[in-house]
């Protein structure tokens, strides 16, 4: 199984970018991909989720308002579109699959990650 995800990248502030995460090789239904991010020198950092299923979403406070989970499901792909991004927002973001149908940030609740895509917010 696989979970892999694109689109990082650096960026000025005030800029947008898009991630994607795609798992594959999955043969048991899940139902909530999350995502996460850690900063150098910081705990990991629960972003936001998606129930894939009837596309109910979750965001962490921090990026209510700036980003935006979605899904195409015929693309098995999960998005996250990031706008007014700041400084702050720099990390590795990584995509983690959830067998279970709970929206939560609590990264326990994960089984498969992908290996993480870097975004730099920097002017």
């Known amino acids: 199984v696989q979970v892999v995800e694109s689109g990082g990248g650096l960026v000025q502030p005030g800029g947008s970018l898009r991630l994607s995460c795609r798992p594959s090789?999955?043969?048991?239904?899940?139902?909530?991909i999350g995502w996460f991010r850690q900063a150098p020198g910081k705990e990991r950092e629960g972003v936001s989720c998606i129930n894939r299923s009837i596309g109910s979403t979750y965001y962490a406070t921090s990026v209510k308002g700036r980003f935006t989970i979605s899904r195409d499901n015929a693309k098995n792909t999960v998005y996250l579109e990031m706008n007014s991004l700041k400084p702050e927002d720099t990390a590795i973001y990584y995509c983690?699959?959830?067998?279970?149908?709970?929206?939560?940030?609590?990264?326990?609740?994960?089984?498969?990650w992908g290996q993480g895509t870097q975004v730099t917010v920097s002017s």
């Open positions: 090789g999955f043969t048991l239904d899940y139902y909530v």
């Open positions: 983690a699959i959830s067998f279970g149908r709970l929206l939560t940030l609590n990264g326990g609740s994960y089984a498969y």
